[in-house]
T-cell receptor
């Protein structure tokens, strides 16, 4: 069973559209994250939720809205997609956000905006 | 502020040769260091991590890393690489808030 699963894996869409990426973890973790990997493969955190509460928001445009219906799910909704949103988006999870806890990543969602 | 610098963007190496991927960190607080691997078109997989204790950390797939506080380094090594080790490798430091701060990544290219 996949520990952190996200769908879809590949998504091609036009500018201006609204899209969502879903994420689920079956590890029993309290904390979930969204990371963005740009075209130069640089990885940066976008959001973090602990037990459905937003704890990290890294100055991401408000077109991006995470939603956590329960602690096992963290979905990412993107409004009015722009070309610059093309990237790989990784969902991840960990136990409580202590510094020593390992963060487990999903397989990534490749978003291409045309 | 914490930061990570991976000194090599690409490391080409022949199969069965040893390899070292370099990582330096900057942190004014206790450090928790990680190495992740990303195979082509896949997610990130943890190779190893340093939290405390022994400075030599062994990970999966024959990799190991050494924490050097005086040099603020956490270099990744493998004595003999395989073609299947071709991937992107990321060094990361964990902040007190729990977020991972990644280096720029190193592409390991193993040639036959």
């Amino acid at each position: 069973d996949t520990a952190v699963s996200q769908t879809p894996k590949y998504l091609v869409t036009q500018m201006g559209n609204d899209k969502s990426i879903k994420c689920e973890q079956n590890l029993g973790h309290d904390t979930m994250y969204w990371y963005k990997q740009d075209s130069k493969k640089f990885l940066k955190i976008m959001f973090s939720y602990n037990n459905k509460e937003l704890i990290i928001n890294e100055t991401v445009p408000n077109r991006f809205s995470p939603k956590s219906p329960d602690k096992a799910h963290l979905n990412l909704h993107i409004n009015s997609l722009e070309l610059g949103d093309s990237a790989v988006y990784f969902c991840a999870s960990s136990q409580v956000p202590g510094a020593g806890n390992t963060i487990y990543f999903g397989e990534g969602s490749w978003l291409t905006v045309v | 502020a914490q930061s990570v610098t991976q000194l090599d963007s690409q490391v080409p190496v022949f199969e069965e040769a040893p390899v070292e991927l370099r990582c330096n960190y900057s942190s004014s607080v206790s450090v928790y260091l990680f190495w992740y691997v990303q195979y082509p078109n896949q997610g990130l997989q943890l190779l190893l991590k340093y939290l405390s204790g022994s400075t030599l950390v062994k990970g999966i797939n024959g990799f190991e890393a050494e924490f050097n506080k005086s040099q603020t380094s956490f270099h990744l090594r493998k004595p003999s690489v395989h073609i299947s080790d071709t991937a992107e490798y990321f060094c990361a430091v964990k902040s007190n808030t729990g977020k991972l701060i990644f280096g720029q990544g190193t592409t390991l290219q193993v040639k036959p």
